[in-house]
T-cell receptor, first 109, second 115 residues
Framework: RKEVEQDPGPFNVPEGATVAFNCTYSNSASQSFFWYRQDCRKEPKLLMS???SGNEDGRFTAQLNRASQYISLLIRDSKLSDSATYLC??????????FGRGTSLIVHP | EAGVAQSPRYKIIEKRQSVAFWCNPISGHATLYWYQQILGQGPKLLIQFQNNGVVDDSQLPKDRFSAERLKGVDSTLKIQPAKLEDSAVYLCASSLDLLRGNTIYFGEGSWLTVV
């Protein structure tokens, strides 16, 4: 089993839709969780950290479920500019960050 | 504030040749990472430095890849000899440190094509 798993997609949604991605991780001792965004042929950039109680940043909501070992990202009111690859990142007790393969989102008019 | 600088941006080499990539992290960042990203995949950590010490290099193919960060600032990643499957983007990244530096900042990457 891979350390961090994501459905590669693509998720193809219309503007204004709500879309959710999940990411599962195998190491129960993992301590820090993040979502990064990567545009085509660009470097990854931090979208948001994921906190145990869940957190929201505008149209984006991140959740952590430690019991089932997954994190989620919810995007409301999708915009064309949200089209990108969303990378899940998990950091264990050794402080080594592991990236998932990413989930591709395509938002169409 | 200057970001993570990498060079060269693009490189095409023949298999069995060697190549070197350079990275200068954000000033004051103690932790430096080299990731390999093959098209359609997520970034794979090759090596992680804390200052000039290696934190993890378990996925670095040591028979052909080497990396150093001698003075704890900039770093070089070398591949010798290159194979076709080394074609990828090599991303250098840095963070403040292991404990506090949750945000990882990436450079634009060095795109390698091995023919």
């Amino acid at each position: 089993r891979k350390e961090v798993e994501q459905d590669p997609g693509p998720f193809n949604v219309p503007e204004g839709a709500t879309v959710a991605f999940n990411c599962t991780y195998s190491n129960s001792a993992s301590q820090s969780f993040f979502w990064y965004r990567q545009d085509c042929r660009k470097e990854p950039k931090l979208l948001m950290s994921v906190y145990s109680s869940g957190n929201e940043d505008g149209r984006f909501t991140a959740q952590l479920n430690r019991a089932s070992q997954y994190i989620s990202l919810l995007i409301r009111d999708s915009k064309l500019s949200d089209s990108a690859t969303y990378l899940c990142v998990v950091k264990g007790g050794s402080y080594i960050p592991t990236f998932g393969r990413g989930t591709s989102l395509i938002v169409h008019p | 504030e200057a970001g993570v600088a990498q060079s060269p941006r693009y490189k095409i080499i023949e298999k069995r040749q060697s190549v070197a990539f350079w990275c200068n992290p954000i000033s004051g960042h103690a932790t430096l990472y080299w990731y390999q990203q093959i098209l359609g995949q997520g970034p794979k950590l090759l090596i992680q430095f804390q200052n000039n010490g290696v934190v993890d290099d378990s996925q670095l193919p040591k028979d052909r890849f080497s990396a150093e960060r001698l003075k704890g600032v900039d770093s070089t990643l070398k591949i010798q000899p290159a194979k076709l499957e080394d074609s990828a983007v090599y991303l250098c990244a840095s963070s403040l440190d292991l404990l506090r530096g949750n945000t990882i900042y990436f450079g634009e990457g060095s795109w390698l094509t091995v023919v």
